[in-house]
């Protein structure tokens, strides 16, 4: 019963987002007077160096998925003659359908033959919202991971009805649903082949991300197109025990919003008329969370991201994953879910969660969805990954700033963490925020380096291993938060 109840609290969270918060960086923060060209398959890039960093922004890595390519596999990028400029990202794919773009950012000096490090930055937004280098303050370019001598990318991937949808007219083209997923796929082939011209290494690309762009790291990490194009993974706030919804679910969703739209049928006539709609047209049905994402479609996602691992499909590769001390911050909490356990379970939730006694329910149910949505997740998948042989790190994020200590009073909300992990220069940090961020930023870099962050930081195995990120520093934890956490997984479903 109480497995259920939680299941529900997880449905009905509303992710309380807005489209600003993914507001693109503005380009005039590249600005720069000096220009360098690089030449990739498709043609030459000019972009902009400002502070011994260099700019090559708004590639197009796949062709505009656009009319007959809408709801395609992405097609081979265009190709130019001459210089084309760089200096600025391409339009966000939760703006406009033309938006398969990425951005590379690298030391000035680096040339072909280095063989840098690559990470690449997948962005969260709940498969709906988000650009590849706007989240929460801007800077997800990767400016202070190229200071480090990294090759970053960030990449733009469909969003919305564009990239997660579903009909069985379309179902009969070929792949379908996660036009997204594909999109992630190709940008990461291109990586693989350009980034060399950018002084990259591409048998050394690290790929991460946040929130929706964690749970497309696992998927990645379990898709057979993806085998081989990169070589380490980050999950942050990554909903580790996600399912994609199945396809014929999805597929009535399809045909629900077309025939809103005034399209019937399921033939290729369907899929015509399908293609000539404004997006727009399309109307969700329900809340934010949940209106788009992965699909059991069979080829790109077989499965859910727990099932993939405890089956043993995963890349064999390093991985780091983690979360943030109040993830539900962004959630709708619900009290109220306290008072409807049976006795029992209520009295259990207490003693794990409340173990002062407060009977604070709000900081109860805070912690309780944190733990069931992101923190035990993360320790299973951890488990799943090391106990099959392949190096994992896990890490816990619980950093209030002091000057936020009043609006944060349950821990660190999903999201904080990624300004600390880029070392964002325009998100605000006080004096005291910098070491941490520069403990975070240089810990991610070693990780993508070496596939290890470095001996502070010891692997999930033996012992269950962890860091806090926290006030008090970076500090190792041993079985952190068990009592808790052996609750949760009590509580999953079977």
Not at 40 to 54: E, F, H
Not at 169 to 185: C, K
Not at 277 to 298: E, H, K, M, N, Q
Not at 419 to 426: I, L, M, N, Y
Request: contains cysteine.
């Amino acid at each position: 019963m109480i497995s259920r109840r939680l299941a529900a609290c997880a449905a009905l969270a509303v992710l309380a987002l807005s489209p600003a918060a993914f507001a693109q960086a503005p380009a005039g923060a590249f600005a720069s007077d000096v220009s360098q060209t690089v030449k990739v398959k498709q043609g030459a890039l000019k972009g902009t160096v400002k502070d011994a960093i260099a700019y090559h922004l708004g590639i197009p890595y796949a062709a505009a998925p656009v009319g007959e390519l809408r709801w395609k596999p992405p097609a081979a990028g265009p190709r130019w003659s001459g210089e084309r400029d760089a200096s600025a990202p391409g339009a966000s794919c939760q703006a406009e359908e033309d938006c398969l773009f990425l951005n590379v950012v690298r030391p000035a000096g680096a040339k072909a033959g280095d063989k840098l490090p690559v990470m690449v930055w997948i962005h969260g937004g709940a498969y709906v919202i988000g650009t590849s280098m706007g989240a929460f303050g801007g800077d997800t370019e990767g400016t202070n991971f190229a200071k480090r001598g990294i090759v970053h990318v960030s990449l733009n991937y469909r969003l919305g009805r564009a990239g997660w949808f579903a009909h069985p007219a379309l179902t009969r083209e070929g792949p379908t649903g996660n036009y997204g997923m594909m999109d992630q796929v190709a940008a990461l082939q291109w990586v693989r082949d350009n980034i060399a011209a950018f002084g990259g290494d591409p048998a050394n690309v690290t790929i991460y991300g946040e929130s929706a762009g964690g749970v497309s790291v696992h998927y990645l990490m379990l898709a057979p197109q993806a085998k081989g194009l990169f070589a380490k993974a980050i999950g942050q706030s990554s909903f580790a025990r996600h399912v994609p919804e199945p396809l014929a679910k999805a597929e009535a969703k399809g045909v629900q919003a077309a025939k809103a739209a005034g399209v019937e049928g399921e033939d290729a006539a369907a899929a015509a008329a399908l293609r000539k709609l404004p997006l727009a047209s399309l109307p969700y049905t329900g809340g934010f969370v949940g209106r788009a994402g992965p699909i059991l479609d069979g080829t790109y996602i077989t499965g859910g991201i727990a099932q993939g691992y405890a089956a043993g499909r995963q890349a064999k590769v390093p991985l780091m994953i983690g979360g943030n001390s109040n993830e539900a911050s962004l959630f709708r909490p619900q009290p109220a879910l306290l008072d409807s356990l049976p006795e029992t379970a209520r009295a259990a939730v207490s003693s794990a969660f409340d173990p002062e006694g407060t009977g604070d329910k709000a900081r109860i149910v805070h912690a309780l969805q944190t733990a069931q949505l992101i923190t035990e997740p993360d320790r299973n998948l951890a488990r799943l990954h090391a106990g099959a042989g392949q190096p994992t790190w896990l890490y816990y994020f619980s950093y209030v700033p002091p000057s936020k200590a009043a609006q944060k009073p349950y821990g660190a909300a999903h999201t904080d963490e990624i300004r600390f992990v880029f070392g964002a220069p325009r998100a605000g940090f006080a004096p005291e925020d910098l070491p941490l961020s520069g403990a975070m930023n240089e810990l991610w870099a070693n990780f993508a380096k070496t596939g290890a962050p470095g001996a502070a930081w010891p692997k999930f195995l033996p012992g269950e291993t962890s860091v806090e990120f926290g006030n008090d520093g970076v500090q190792v934890r041993r079985e952190h938060l068990k009592a808790r956490l052996d609750l949760v997984e009590a509580m999953q479903p079977k």
